[in-house]
C-alpha cells in the first residue's frame, strides 16, 4: 500500500463539472456540432481540467488527497462503465482491441446512433441529475481497459483524490442486458467489477496517489428490490476485498443522500478502509455509542450542504463537529454530498437583491465554509469574526417580511379534503369525450418545441432592453403561430403553444410568482451538456396575477384543435428550484398548489379545454429510505390534486412524468386522479407496461415513443413497435401516442421526421384496430 497519509482536515465531496461559464457544455456541443476537430476538443478539455484543478487549489485545497478528481465529460457512471469495458453487444463495433472506446464511443454510448438506441437515462437517486444506465449481463466482457483519472492525476498531483462510484452502487443501479436469464442480476458479476477495481487502484497507487474516493450511495437506501440485508452482505465483501489489498491508495468510501445506518456503518468499520464519509445533512448525526464503532478510522463529516445554496449555520455546525470530534479522535469536515448540485459562485449574481444574495453559498462559498469549521474545530476562537458574521445573516433572513405572510398561512390552512376532489372519473371521461371529440389513440407532444436561435435572440434583447415588449411579444406571436401550424400540418390531434416564450419550465413561473429569485448564472448540470439554472424559492408563494393565459388563448384562437394548457406541477417546480429550509416541504407545496389552482381557474375561464400540469420530478423526491415515503406521497400528491381539485368535469387534466420508473410509483400516479399521463417509456422499451397491467391503471395513459434525449430519430416500424406493445397491454381506448418528454432540447429537422414517424404510428395501429 501507499505510504499512510493523513485524511486532509478540509475538503469537498466533489466538485462542479460543466464550467463557471458552462466551457464543458460548449466544447462538447460544439464537437457533436463538428465546428472543431477532436484535437482543438482535447485541448479545450485539457484546459479546462487544468483550469478547474487549479481554482480548488486556490480555494484551498492544497493538503495531500483534498481535490476531488471527479472531473467527466459526460456522466460519472459512464465513464466508470467505459473503464470496465461494460459495453452493450450493440455497440460491440465501436470496441478497440484492447477492450476499450475512444471518445466517440463513449458518446455513443450516451447519444445513441442510427438504429442503436443510447443506454438508459434516468435520475441520480432522489436528486435531477440523471445517469446513463449499464446494461450489465453474465456475458457481458467486464476488465479493466481504461483509467480515465490517472489523465487528472498528471495534472493535480498528489493533492488530487479520484473519485469513482463504488462497486456495490455501479451495480445496483445497472439494469439486467436484454440477453440476460430471466432472474438475472447485475450484482452477479461483482467478482469481475471487483477485480476491475483491484486493477485501476493498483494504478493509483503507481501514479503516487494518496487517498481515493468510492462513493456508495446505494447503501443509504432500503428500497432497491434486492433486500437490505444483501446489499449489505455484497458491501461487506466488497470492502473486505479491496481494503486488503496491499498495493493501494487508502480508501475513503463515501455515503451521501441519505443516512447509511448503524447497520452500514457496521459493515464499513469491520472492514479496512481507513475513511467514511456520512451526510450530515439528509441524516441525523449518528449516536456516540454508534460513533465509537469508527474507532481509529477517519470519519468524513459532511455537514455542509452540497445540494442546496443556503449558507450553513456554522455555529450549530461547529458545535455538532465539535460533539462528533469528543468521541471520534480523526475526524474531517466536507459538503454532505458532491457539490455537482448547486451553480460555481454566488459572488457574480449581482442582479440578485443584495439581502438574497447575502444569504447564498454556492460551490465557491461552501468550500469556504467547510475550511472555516475545519479551523473551527482546531480552534474555536480562529473564527470568532465569521461566527458573528454567519449569524447576522441567517438572523436577517429568518425575519425578511417575505418569508412568512399571514394571509398565505390563512390560506393553506383553511384547505379541505374537498378542495383535493374532482368528480368521479367515469363523470369526466364522458364529458371530457363528448367536448373533445378525439380520435383512437390521440397525438400528441408533452408541450415545448425546440427553442430556435431566433427566439433565444430576441429574449436575450428584451432583457438587455434592445428591444420593447410590444417587439418581444411580437416574435413570440409569430414563433406560436408557426409551431400550431406546424402541428396541424404534422396532423396532431392535441395541439401545444410550444412555450416559446419560457427559458425553462420552473424559471418561468419563479419569475411571475412572488417568493422565488432568479440567477443570472446559476446552472447545474442535469445531464451531458445539459444545464438547468434552478430557481431559488426563499419566501411564501403568492400569484398576483395570470401568467399563461394569454399565450394559451391566443394559440387557441390559432386552431380549432384543442390546444392544452400547459403548467408545471408544484412538486416540480419544488425539485426543481432551491428550495427553502426553514419550512415544511408540505406547506411549501400547499402554497404552489394554491397558485396555480388560480391559474387553471383562469385557463378554464378563458375556454382552455385541456390543461396539463407536469409531475417530472415527484418520482425525484420520493426518499430512499422506505419509511419516509407514504408522508411524501401523501404531501405531493396532495398538492397536485389542491391545484387540480377545482377544475370542472369538462376540463381535462394531463401530467407528465419523466424518469419516474413507474412500477415504483404507480399507486401516486394512480392517486393523482389525472385524467391523462404520459410518462417516459421508450429508452427502457416499455418495461412500464407490465406494472400498469398489474396495477389495472384506467385513465388515459401516454407512454412515450421517441426518446427525445437522443439526436436519432427513430424509425416508422420502431414506433409502431413501441405503440403496439403499449395497446396489448391496456386497453386502447386509454393509449394515448406522445414522445417521452418536451421537444425544447432537440432540432427541428429532427422533430419534424420522428412527429412524421409519430403521428404515421398512431395511424398505421389505429387502423389496425379498427379493421
Known amino acids: 500500500m501507499t505510504e499512510k497519509q493523513t485524511f ?43 483550469t478547474r484543478i487549479d481554482h480548488l487549489k486556490d480555494l484551498g485545497l492544497t493538503e495531500p488527497g483534498s481535490n476531488p478528481g471527479d472531473f467527466v465529460l459526460y456522466d460519472q457512471v459512464l465513464t466508470l462503465t467505459c473503464a470496465l469495458g461494460a459495453v452493450p453487444q450493440r455497440f460491440g463495433n465501436l470496441v478497440r482491441p484492447d477492450g ?74 445497472a439494469k439486467a442486458s436484454a440477453d440476460a436469464p430471466t432472474h438475472f442480476q447485475p450484482l452477479q458479476r461483482l467478482d469481475a ?44 465483501k466488497t470492502y473486505e476485498f479491496l481494503s486488503k489489498l496491499t498495493n ?32 450530515l445533512v439528509a441524516g441525523p448525526v449518528p449516536s456516540p455509542a ?70 447564498l453559498a454556492f460551490a465557491d462559498q461552501k468550500i469556504a465554509e467547510v475550511q472555516t469549521l475545519a479551523r473551527g474545530l482546531a480552534d474555536p476562537n480562529s473564527i470568532t469574526a465569521e461566527l458573528a458574521e454567519n449569524a447576522e445573516i441567517l438572523a436577517s433572513r429568518a425575519n425578511h417580511p417575505g418569508v412568512k405572510r399571514a394571509e398565505v398561512r390563512q390560506a393553506t390552512a383553511a384547505v379541505t379534503v374537498a378542495d383535493r376532489t374532482r368528480d368521479p372519473y367515469p363523470q369526466r371521461l364522458a364529458a371530457q369525450a363528448e367536448i373533445l371529440q378525439l380520435p383512437l389513440l390521440p397525438t400528441t407532444t408533452i408541450g415545448s418545441f425546440p427553442q430556435t436561435t431566433e427566439i433565444r435572440q430576441a429574449r436575450a434583447a428584451f432583457r438587455r432592453h434592445e428591444i420593447d415588449e410590444a417587439q418581444y411579444d411580437e416574435e413570440i406571436r409569430n414563433e406560436i403561430a408557426r409551431v400550431v401550424k406546424l402541428q396541424e400540418d404534422l396532423g396532431l390531434d392535441v395541439l401545444v403553444h410550444g412555450e416559446a416564450e419560457r427559458n425553462d419550465m420552473v424559471q418561468f413561473f419563479a419569475e411571475n410568482l412572488e417568493g422565488f429569485a432568479t440567477t443570472e448564472h446559476g446552472w447545474v448540470q442535469s445531464y451531458g451538456s445539459r444545464c438547468t439554472r434552478p430557481s431559488i424559492l426563499w419566501g411564501d408563494v403568492t400569484r398576483s396575477h395570470p401568467i399563461t393565459v394569454e399565450w394559451s388563448t391566443y394559440a387557441q384562437s390559432l386552431t380549432t384543435k384543442p ?50 400540469v407536469d409531475e417530472p420530478a415527484i418520482r425525484e423526491l420520493l426518499p430512499l429510505r422506505a419509511a419516509g415515503r407514504e408522508q411524501y ?63 389495472g391503471f384506467e385513465r388515459g395513459l401516454g407512454p412515450g415513443i421517441w426518446d427525445i434525449h437522443s439526436p436519432r430519430v427513430p424509425k416508422l416500424d420502431e414506433e409502431v413497435g413501441l405503440l403496439e406493445k403499449a395497446v396489448a397491454a391496456l386497453d386502447p381506448q386509454q393509449v394515448w401516442v406522445n414522445p417521452d418528454c418536451g421537444l425544447k432540447t432537440r432540432a427541428y429537422a429532427e422533430t419534424v421526421a420522428t412527429l412524421e414517424n409519430l403521428v404515421g404510428a398512431a395511424k398505421a395501429v389505429r387502423a389496425k384496430l379498427e379493421a
Open 248 to 279: 493501494r491508495p487508502q480508501i475513503f468510501v463515501n455515503a451521501p443522500y441519505g443516512p447509511l445506518g448503524l447497520d452500514g456503518l457496521n459493515v464499513l468499520t469491520a472492514t479496512d478502509v481507513e475513511a467514511i464519509g456520512l451526510d
Open 633 to 695: 406521497l401523501q404531501w405531493s400528491v396532495g398538492a397536485f390534486r389542491l391545484a387540480t381539485g377545482g377544475a370542472p368535469k369538462e376540463l381535462q387534466i394531463h401530467t407528465h412524468l419523466c424518469y419516474s420508473e413507474f412500477n415504483v410509483v404507480v399507486d401516486a400516479i394512480d392517486h393523482l386522479d389525472a385524467d391523462v399521463t404520459s410518462i417516459e417509456a421508450s429508452r427502457s422499451k416499455m418495461d412500464i407496461l407490465p406494472a400498469v397491467h398489474e396495477h
Open 100 to 173: 476499450s472506446l475512444d471518445v466517440d464511443g463513449e458518446f455513443t454510448l450516451a447519444r445513441g446512433v442510427d438504429d442503436k438506441a443510447a443506454l438508459e437515462m434516468t435520475k441520480w437517486f432522489d436528486t435531477n441529475y440523471h445517469y446513463l444506465v449499464p446494461e450489465i449481463g453474465p456475458y457481458t466482457q467486464i476488465s479493466a481497459v481504461a483509467n480515465p483519472w490517472l489523465e487528472q492525476v498528471k495534472v493535480g498531483g498528489s493533492a488530487l483524490r479520484p473519485v469513482l462510484i463504488g462497486p456495490v452502487t455501479y451495480l445496483l443501479g
Open 193 to 236: 467489477v471487483l477485480a476491475g477495481f483491484e486493477v485501476f487502484l493498483s494504478q493509483f497507487a503507481a501514479a503516487g496517489v494518496t487517498w481515493v474516493q468510492l462513493d456508495e450511495p446505494a447503501l443509504v437506501c432500503d428500497t432497491w428490490s434486492t433486500s437490505r440485508e444483501e446489499v449489505l452482505e455484497v458491501a461487506r
Open 8 to 50: 486532509p482536515a478540509a475538503t469537498v465531496a466533489g466538485y462542479p463539472r460543466i464550467g463557471a461559464n458552462r466551457e464543458l457544455k460548449r466544447s462538447l456541443e460544439h464537437y457533436w456540432g463538428q465546428k472543431i476537430d477532436r484535437a482543438t476538443f482535447d485541448t479545450q478539455i485539457n484546459q479546462q481540467l487544468t
Open 290 to 359: 454508534d460513533l465509537k464503532t469508527i474507532g481509529d478510522k477517519t470519519l468524513v463529516a459532511g455537514i455542509v450542504s452540497g445540494r442546496n445554496v443556503w449558507r450553513t449555520d456554522l455555529r450549530q455546525a461547529l458545535a455538532t463537529l465539535q460533539a462528533i470530534h469528543q468521541v471520534v479522535p480523526n475526524l474531517s469536515v466536507s459538503t454532505s454530498t458532491s457539490l455537482q448540485h448547486v451553480p460555481h459562485d454566488a459572488a457574480v449574481e449581482t442582479s440578485l437583491d443584495p439581502q438574497v444574495r447575502s444569504w
Open 563 to 612: 390546444m392544452k394548457g400547459m403548467l408545471t406541477g408544484p412538486v416540480t417546480i419544488m425539485a426543481w428550484s432551491f428550495v427553502r429550509d426553514d419550512e415544511s416541504r408540505a406547506e411549501v407545496a400547499d402554497q404552489l398548489g394554491l397558485a396555480l389552482r388560480d391559474e387553471i381557474a383562469d385557463l378554464n375561464a378563458a375556454g382552455i379545454k385541456i390543461v396539463q
